[in-house]
Structure formats: C-alpha cells, structure tokens
C-alpha cells in the first residue's frame, strides 16, 4: 500500500508536468487547427535558460532561492516567448492557409533546427544543476521500514500546475483576448470582419503556450536536476500523446492527460518494467483513440455547410 501511494506521488508530479506542456499543444491547435511539434523543444529551451540564468545570478552573488527562481522562471518565459513568436512568424504565418502537410512538415523542420541550434549554442553535454529545494513530508511508514515522502518540490509543482491551469481557463473564459481567441477558434474570417486582429491573436497564442513551455522547462530541471539539448523531443511527444488523450484542443483535457500520461508511466515502471514504460503509454493512447477518438473530453468537431 504504502508503495503504491509513492509511485501514485510521483506519477502525479510528472503528469503535472506533461500537462503543463500540453495545454501549450492544445492552445494553439483551439485557434489554427495545427499541432506544433516545436513545442517540446521549446520546452527545452526553457530549462536551458533557466540554468544559464542561474549560473549569472551565482556570479553576481544572488543565492536568496525566492528572488533566484522567479528570475529563472522570467527569463525563461521571456526567451521561451520570443522563440515562441518565431516559430509562428517563420513556420506557421506564411502557410496558414497551405493544405496541412506543409505546416506539419515546416513544424518539424522548426524543431529539428531548434534541437541543433541548443547543440551548437551549449553542447550535446548534459547540464547539471545542483539541488535548490530538497526536503519533504513524511507521510506514512510501513511495516517493513519503506517511508512514503511527499517532497517539497512535488508540493510545489501540483501548486503551480494547478493556479497556472486556473488562471489560464478563466483567462480564456472571462477576458478580451481569450474572447478574441475563442472567436478565432469558431471562425477565424468571421473574427477578422468583426474587428479581432487575428495575427496578434495567434502570436499571442504561441507566446503564451512557450511560456507555460518555459514554467514547465523550469519545473522538470529543479525537478531532475538535469537538461539535455534533446529532452524535449520525448517530453514533447508525451505532453502532445496527453492533449491527444484529454481532447485536444480542451485545457482540462490537456491537464487530465498528463495526469494519465504520468500515472500510468510511473506505475508501469514500477511495477512491470521501465524499459517499456513509453510503449506502455502510447498502447494506452491507441486504445483510446479506437474507442474515443475526440479524446476523454474532448468534443466533436462540427463541420460548418
């Protein structure tokens, strides 16, 4: 029992991870109808400036954590931005209206570009960060001296997944902007004769999405204490495998597919083997496209005659 609380703890944790990286895949295919396959490597952009950031506020003698974090997570949120930008002014603009192949396949190429351009900037090393937030909770012990241990960081991670998911559906639901993207979602030609500036509106879009892409970057580093050039390529497929899995195209479909995504991973591992886990969670996807192809929340599309 007390085995099965742990492993349920950190499936948790890394779901809500997955989750936070999936609301940016289903973000942007709500408005455009596009999966952008970037995304996990902006993702990985995030942990890599957010290492950067640390090793500069070290040189100038900034240790208080609070100040050092919301500066990583800043300047993160800011680079991830602006790469976020870029991919949807170079890759998608120009294409918009192209038959979906060739967005898909611009996409691609923007990522593979991405994973070299981080290689070249900072080497195929991984990069280590020491531990910023250690300690934890004592839930539970058993009879045979197993502890199960709630840590810190895990609190911390379920907290952020949680207020950034709030925030950002009550922002869509409540405010202009998400008005103006809803109404690109409904019809985006409609939306420009009304008076929505529908480029601002994707931008932001893509902006938004590499910033949660940049909280989660930030997240998995402090987490696992390492990032690799390549991490976001398998962390992305999984955040888009649990977009797929929610409904994409549904925030809390995105976060409900991350929380499975995690879950079923981490219990796979621990339970059966962790060499299979990834093919464990991609027969889960399978199964549930062939029984729910619009996903656990997911809506059907309606098509306009």
């Known amino acids: 029992m007390e085995y099965f609380v742990q492993q349920l703890i950190n499936g948790l944790t890394l779901g809500a991870v997955y989750g936070l ?170 939306a420009r004769l009304l008076g929505v500036n529908v480029d601002r509106t994707i931008s932001l879009t893509f902006i938004m999405g590499a910033a949660l892409a940049a909280a989660a970057g930030l997240i998995w580093l402090l987490y696992y204490g390492i990032i690799d050039f390549y991490v976001g390529f398998l962390a992305g497929i999984k955040a888009f495998t649990a977009a797929v899995l929610g409904g994409i195209g549904s925030l809390p479909g995105a976060m409900v597919g991350g929380l499975l995504i995690g879950v079923i991973e981490v219990f796979y591992a621990g339970y059966f083997s962790s060499a299979y886990k990834d093919v464990a969670v991609f027969m889960i996807l399978v199964l549930v496209l062939i029984f729910l192809p619009t996903g656990l929340i997911g809506r059907p599309d309606i098509e306009k005659v």
Not at 135 to 162: A, N, P
Request: glycine share 12%.
């Open 21 to 190: 990286i999936a609301i940016g895949y289903t973000m942007v295919y709500g408005i455009i109808g596009m999966i952008n396959f970037a995304h996990g490597d902006i993702f990985m952009i995030g942990g890599f400036v957010s290492i950067i950031t640390f090793m500069v506020l070290g040189v100038f003698g900034i240790t208080w954590v609070p100040l050092a974090l919301v500066c990583m997570l800043v300047m993160a949120m800011a680079f991830t931005g602006l790469h976020g930008w870029a991919v949807e002014r170079i890759g998608y603009r120009a294409l918009r209206n192209a038959p979906r192949l060739a967005p898909l396949i611009s996409a691609i190429g923007m990522s593979i570009f991405l994973q070299n351009y981080v290689q070249l900037l900072q080497g195929a090393r991984n990069k280590p960060l020491p531990p910023i937030i250690s300690g934890g909770i004592e839930l539970m012990t058993s009879s045979e001296g197993f502890t199960v241990k709630l840590g810190y960081m895990q609190i911390i991670i379920m907290v952020t997944t949680t207020v950034i998911m709030v925030g950002f559906t009550l922002m869509i639901a409540r405010t202009p902007l998400g008005r103006q993207q809803r109404a690109c979602e409904q019809d985006m030609k409609m």
